[in-house]
């Protein structure tokens, strides 16, 4: 088949390269963020990275905090258990857990953000208590993967973007206070504008490529399909 199906978040970071493009063929960009969940990808040398079972990238399920928290995943402390959506949401005093929200977040993600950034904007000090804690672990998560995966860019989407505001401080006071090494010291840090924007230019773009990379293969497809 000439054009497969991605995961959401890969088709979320070519989408973005519009707006952040690669400076170069050796440029990577990481891309950190998910509509609803905490997802990733990578995109090196003028290509999106899969890894060997197509989960490069999965940047939500490092393990951050070992005696944290049991993630919706199986694990026990990963990047979604300290950042994720439903935990955050419920430990600022929502009456459902984080389990009972998972389910529904594919429906609910931008009323819960809204309902964040409502509170926060009030002053609610549960609110923003956990808002400069999460960004504290964004910082951490951001370290960890400028460590592993050296990228030029970090583009921070997604509902971690829509909360850019309240997450950013913390996030960059726990980086400094880490000190640099070389894998971040020359990071450029963006939060994507329009988070909770469709996937689809993405996919329209992964299909673009296909296309470029095997002509041959959709003319073929096409007389096919005639």
Same mark, same amino acid.
């Given at each position: 088949?000439?054009?497969?199906?991605? #995961?959401?978040?890969?088709?979320?970071?070519?989408? #973005?390269?519009?707006?952040?493009?690669?400076?170069?063929?050796?440029?990577?960009?990481?891309?950190?963020?998910?509509?609803?969940?905490?997802?990733?990808?990578?995109?090196?040398?003028?290509?999106?990275?899969?890894?060997?079972?197509?989960?490069?990238?999965?940047?939500?399920?490092?393990?951050?905090?070992?005696?944290?928290?049991?993630?919706? +995943?199986?694990? #026990?402390? +990963?990047?979604?258990?300290?950042?994720?959506?439903?935990?955050?949401?419920?430990? +600022?005093?929502?009456?459902?857990?984080?389990?009972?929200?998972?389910?529904?977040? &594919?429906?609910?993600?931008?009323?819960?953000?809204?309902?964040?950034?409502?509170?926060?904007?009030?002053?609610?000090?549960?609110?923003?208590?956990?808002? +400069?804690?999460?960004?504290?672990?964004?910082?951490?998560?951001?370290?960890?993967?400028?460590?592993?995966?050296?990228?030029?860019?970090?583009?921070?989407?997604?509902?971690?973007?829509?909360?850019?505001?309240?997450?950013?401080?913390?996030?960059?006071? !726990?980086?400094?206070?880490?000190?640099?090494?070389?894998?971040?010291?020359?990071?450029?840090?963006?939060?994507?504008?329009?988070?909770?924007?469709?996937?689809? #230019?993405?996919?329209?773009?992964?299909?673009?490529?296909?296309?470029?990379?095997?002509?041959?293969? &959709?003319?073929? !497809?096409?007389?096919?399909?005639?």
């Amino acid at each position: 088949m000439l054009v497969g199906i991605d #995961r959401a978040t890969n088709y979320s970071l070519l989408g #973005r390269l519009k707006d952040h493009p690669v400076r170069s063929e050796t440029s990577t960009i990481a891309h950190l963020g998910g509509l609803y969940a905490v997802s990733g990808g990578i995109y090196s040398r003028s290509a999106l990275e899969h890894g060997s079972t197509g989960l490069a990238g999965e940047f939500g399920h490092f393990v951050i905090d070992p005696t944290g928290e049991q993630c919706w +995943c199986g694990r #026990r402390g +990963c990047v979604e258990t300290r950042i994720g959506l439903a935990g955050l949401y419920a430990r +600022c005093g929502g009456s459902e857990t984080s389990a009972q929200l998972v389910p529904q977040l &594919a429906l609910r993600h931008e009323h819960l953000v809204g309902q964040l950034l409502s509170r926060a904007e009030s002053g609610d000090p549960l609110v923003l208590r956990e808002l +400069c804690e999460a960004g504290r672990w964004l910082g951490i998560t951001v370290d960890t993967i400028a460590t592993i995966v050296n990228p030029g860019t970090l583009l921070i989407d997604g509902y971690l973007s829509a909360l850019a505001k309240h997450l950013e401080p913390t996030m960059t006071s !726990q980086l400094e206070s880490v000190g640099p090494v070389p894998s971040i010291s020359g990071l450029g840090i963006s939060f994507a504008d329009a988070p909770f924007t469709p996937v689809n #230019r993405g996919m329209h773009i992964a299909a673009a490529l296909a296309v470029a990379m095997e002509p041959g293969a &959709a003319l073929d !497809q096409a007389g096919k399909a005639r």
